[in-house]
């Protein structure tokens, strides 16, 4: 992504979709986002990160912001490259209802949520947030590790000495 002059430009290799703003949104983003990452070929562990993430980005638009009223809406956008070995997953808002910035905080043992950015800031390589016009995107930055085992020898040819 590159930021011009407050616009925000896809990158080649990025994806992006709208999600309706109602609750059953949040399996489909999942769903979609491991399909893109899978045809990335991006390593299990970090789908199984994004993935987590992303339920937490979404619900958090759907419970922090107008996306979640009638013809709201929430949007993915997926950047992927395995060539530096990093996954930016971006979640845009139809607008804040309180005109707060998400805040990072940690609920009580017993509190049913309100760990979803503390969960972020764990997990994530990078995170934050930007505000424009229409909304807020939260964001999130998986990067890994070279693979540690040693390269797999091309297969032997056939009448070879």
Known sequence: MIGLGGAVIAMPGTV?????????????????VRRVLDDNRVPDDVVDTALLLVSELATNALSHTCSSRPGGWF???VACDRVRRHVRVECDDAGNRTGTHPRYAMSGPDAA??????????????YGDRADATGR??????????SSGRPVPPPARRGAP
């Open 16 to 32: 992006d979709r709208r999600f309706a703003g109602v609750a059953a949104s949040v399996a489909d983003a999942r769903r979609w």
């Open 75 to 77: 949007g993915l956008r």
């Open 137 to 146: 995107t939260v964001y999130f930055e998986l990067h890994w590790p070279k």
């Open 113 to 126: 949520g309100g760990r979803g950015l503390a969960l972020v800031a764990a997990l994530a390589t990078a």
